[in-house]
């Protein structure tokens, strides 16, 4: 958890450095009506990614009398692309919509990143071995398995949050007007 925490931090002040010194590198622009391309600017620029996580992962599962039991190390990553915002103007105040979030997981490539604890078999003497497409069917859903549990454990809703308030921060800085940000499934989008 605090490797996410730092990573957070991490993430939110490169964006607000880089906003920072985007903002004093341009020249004093008459301020009428160009909020709409400073928006399509930052669209351009980023990605808003909120949470990377970094975890071990229990996989098990069984095969008729086989049994199986692996560790697993995954890598993910909750972040919203930036080309889907919605944004309104009412009066001098923008409103933003965050869009869904977009969920990537993969295995780490790190040494023994993935390592089969056991194997057994229920039936005296049978074989407890099971094949590399059975073992990538497995895979698989862990990662749908995985997949839920990063929802029940609130990582998405929290991403969620720390996604909206980086946006409110970053547009209210870079448009210098009041931003607000609607967040329509703050809990995640379950897919």
Known sequence: M???????????????VGLAVW???SP????????AAKIADIRSMVELCSMEIYEDYPVK?????RHFFARETLRSSISFDVERLKVDERGDTLVVTL?????????STEPDSYRVIDTWNDRFLGSSTFTAGEEN???RKALAGYRRRIYARGYVARARAEAA???RSMLSAATRRPVTVVDPTPRGAIK
């Open 165 to 167: 308030s980086s946006l």
């Open 23 to 25: 903002w004093k590198m």
């Open 61 to 65: 599962a069984s095969i008729g009398s």
């Open 2 to 16: 605090k490797t996410i925490r730092i990573i957070t931090v991490f993430l939110t002040v490169a964006v607000a």
């Open 28 to 35: 004093e622009p008459d301020r009428v009506r160009l909020d």
């Open 137 to 139: 069917e497995i895979k």
């Open 99 to 107: 869009p869904p979030e977009t969920i990537e997981i993969r295995e």
